[in-house]
């Protein structure tokens, strides 16, 4: 796809199909792996370290075998961070950079981190995946502060995580954008349409308060099967949509339904700019230092999907952030070989 690229060499990793090893399976169930953050419920304590007996999986009624419970530490601590910023954010994101320079720099040698520019629905990679986080500091530009005939942060994410190659890595995505989508606009709230996603490319004239762009789903679900976290940083945009209270509210709920789903955390301060995203990125830092890899016999259907998990903990004070859906293969691909 025009203006995106991405150097094969700087994937050498081992591929492990959208995080979904097929090749584990035991008396109908197939062996999953997603990523999880361990939280502290106390903000002001560090959440502690547990083993797997902790840790509670459920589909539907049924709880899961934990096969597995990995801290992302050490030999287990490789980290491919995505940072993406939206073209339509406006220019006055001096800070913004210097912040993110920082926060590049002080990645530990296991983190690579790569710089993309979302606009006309696709990202242009100014790097690719990196552990020189010098380079990839200075990689970082202002965004243009300009419309493209297609700008939806949403399928710009989209085209970059159906292309991004698999591997034995955490894969994690920082967006800065307003989350509005200027490309699908929204049509009147009807009894015809109303929370059913059905719009057309177009803006039509009239109708009610916005709702959420479909393509935040479809983002969020092939986020969730390629097993991409998306953690969010609102910064305003341009144009009359950004000064629309409706539609930077919308861009908001966009942004934050995206990182809720796919376990990821939104920062924002209202619809308007911090004056420092320090904050932020500390709070992100310490997301990314207490996350683990989570294996579980997940029970396969007839068709491969996604399918809803919920996760608890019976340790003190924890909770987890992690996808809301696993991919699991269907019940055919699930079955051992005779």
């Not at 092939?222 to 097993?227: C, D, I, K, N, T």
């Not at 789903?261 to 230092?289: C, H, M």
């Amino acid at each position: 796809m025009k203006g995106y690229r991405i150097l094969p060499r700087l994937f050498a990793v081992l591929a492990v199909g959208t995080l979904c090893s097929l090749g584990a399976f035991a008396q109908g169930t197939a062996k999953v792996h997603m990523v999880v953050t361990a939280e502290s419920t106390n903000e002001n304590v560090s959440p502690a370290d547990f083993d797997r007996r902790s840790v509670l999986v459920k589909q539907g009624k049924d709880r899961l075998q934990v096969s597995d419970w990995i801290p992302a530490r050490g030999d287990q601590a490789a980290l491919q961070l995505f940072i993406l910023i939206d073209d339509t954010c406006a220019s006055g994101m001096g800070s913004y950079l210097e912040d993110l320079k920082t926060f590049i720099k002080a990645q530990p040698a296991t983190s690579s981190v790569a710089i993309g520019y979302m606009r006309n629905a696709n990202v242009t990679v100014v790097q690719d995946f990196t552990t020189d986080h010098e380079q990839a500091a200075s990689a970082l530009r202002l965004p243009m502060g300009s419309l493209s005939t297609q700008d939806s942060p949403y399928l710009s994410l989209t085209s970059l995580v159906r292309r991004w190659p698999e591997g034995k890595v955490r894969r994690e995505v920082l967006m800065i954008t307003d989350g509005i989508d200027r490309l699908r606009g929204y049509v009147p709230s009807t009894s015809a349409n109303a929370g059913m996603g059905r719009t057309s490319p177009s803006r039509q004239v009239g109708g009610s308060m916005p709702y959420i762009s479909p393509d935040v789903s479809t983002a969020s679900e092939v986020s969730q099967h390629y097993g991409v976290i998306v953690h969010s940083i609102y910064a305003r945009g341009v144009g009359r949509a950004d000064r629309n209270y409706y539609e930077s509210q919308n861009g908001l709920n966009g942004l934050s339904k995206l990182s809720d789903e796919t376990g990821g955390e939104s920062f924002y301060l209202t619809a308007q700019n911090a004056v420092s995203i320090k904050p932020y990125i500390d709070r992100l830092q310490t997301i990314l230092d207490n996350q683990y890899y989570l294996v579980f016999l997940a029970k396969p259907q007839k068709r491969a999907g996604l399918q809803r998990i919920k996760l608890d903990s019976d340790a003190p004070n924890t909770e987890f952030a992690a996808g809301d859906n696993v991919w699991v293969p269907a019940q055919s691909a699930a079955a051992p070989k005779k």
